[in-house]
């Protein structure tokens, strides 16, 4: 109660603990078919809150999980294939099916019932399906679901190494039974096209896609989609073009797209909120062996406003990087956000491989 917030005239307090036990048997059949089952099991104990606004009792929740994953992988290499627009020095394509089925039947205690410690959070991405990836503990609930997934990867030879020339993964989930549940983020009335409380799932998520493409060595370009295929139309599109000639500078724009999903004083609970239409730049300079600096900006292009400025200088210490940030940030609602951020980043243990802090364009603050 004394380290988190609470509202006034709250003041209580809760323990929980968690333990999570699962075996899995990998078999490869056929020499080329990996089958994984699963079965996993968990238990989760509530203590009786305490203090000013208590509501809850001591409790305990038991959740059984099962499941299994189907993959494999085939290739096909065509080493004749040059061509030095593209630069490729032979092609071998590489494709990876996946299918993975969950089932977790009802808990002893539904989410709605239980002290939300770890609630789920609202994502643009497609969320884990599998114990402990989702770590949402007090979300979890009864599960019938598929997700599907393939991977295609297309490589080829520069400079001696093998280079990925494109990346392709798409996944999708096929809820088998669909729920209702005031826990859940992602439903929809499909009638009314608007979100809400208490509707049910539908039977397909929407369809993931990452899609990267590096026709040459210092060009780069990523797609990352979200499309709703229940309703025929794209929630959410990320577009960038990196150009990195060199480890000198690299300068990454890009275009973030976001449908909004408030309907009448109803807003979608997917995290989408009122949408972006935003245009991006991330430069990055080293100014030499000890210094180099960054820019980070995004522009909304609905009412012509910098929403996000974020300026970096970087220092070399042999073992370790440090950054010192500057920013501001407008989000057109109440005051400006003004950011000032120091860090420090141990090169023997990255956050990001080498030269991938300069055009990681969600890195804002020099980490």
Do not use: C
């Not at 009638?191 to 493409?213: I, P």
């Not at 797209?257 to 909120?273: E, H, K, M, P, W």
């Not at 500057?326 to 420090?344: E, H, L, M, Q, S």
Request: glycine share 8%.
């Amino acid at each position: 109660a004394e380290t988190n917030f609470a509202p006034a005239g709250l003041n209580y307090e809760a323990a929980r603990a968690d333990t999570y036990h699962q075996l899995t048997l990998p078999v490869t059949m056929f020499g080329w078919l990996n089958f994984i089952p699963r079965v996993g099991g968990r238990a989760t104990y509530y203590s009786e809150a305490t203090g000013t606004g208590a509501t809850t009792d001591a409790n305990t929740r038991t959740v059984l999980n099962t499941g299994a994953e189907l993959t494999f992988k085939a290739s096909q290499t065509w080493p004749g294939i040059r061509n030095q627009l593209l630069d490729l020095d032979g092609v071998r394509h590489i494709i990876e099916p996946s299918v993975n089925y969950v089932y977790v039947p009802k808990p002893s205690n539904r989410p709605k019932d239980l002290p939300q410690f770890d609630y789920e959070l609202p994502s643009l991405r497609m969320l884990p399906l599998e114990f402990t990836d989702y770590n949402s503990i007090d979300s979890i609930d009864s599960e019938n679901v598929i997700r599907f997934g393939l991977k295609n990867k297309l490589q080829t030879k520069r400079d001696g190494q093998v280079d990925d020339f494109l990346r392709w993964e798409v996944f999708t989930d096929w809820r088998l039974q669909t729920r209702t549940n005031q826990m859940d983020f992602g439903e929809r009335r499909v009638e009314t096209n608007t979100v809400t409380l208490g509707a049910r799932q539908n039977t397909f998520s929407d369809l993931y896609s990452d899609f990267t493409l590096k026709p040459r060595s210092w060009l780069r370009l990523d797609s990352q989609t979200r499309f709703d295929v229940n309703v025929g139309q794209w929630r959410m599109l990320l577009h960038t073009v990196t150009l990195a000639p060199n480890d000198t500078w690299s300068w990454t724009v890009g275009h973030f797209y976001l449908r909004s999903q408030i309907g009448t004083n109803v807003i979608d609970r997917t995290g989408l909120g009122e949408g972006n239409n935003l245009i991006t730049s991330s430069l990055f300079y080293r100014l030499n062996e000890n210094w180099g600096v960054r820019a980070n900006h995004h522009f909304d292009a609905r009412n012509g406003r910098m929403q996000e400025q974020f300026y970096t200088l970087y220092r070399d210490l042999r073992s370790w990087t440090a950054a010192l940030t500057a920013g501001v940030r407008d989000n057109g609602v109440g005051p400006k956000d003004y950011t000032i951020a120091f860090t420090f980043s141990l090169k023997a243990s990255p956050k990001f491989p080498v030269g991938g802090d300069t055009v990681n364009h969600l890195s804002l603050l020099g980490r």
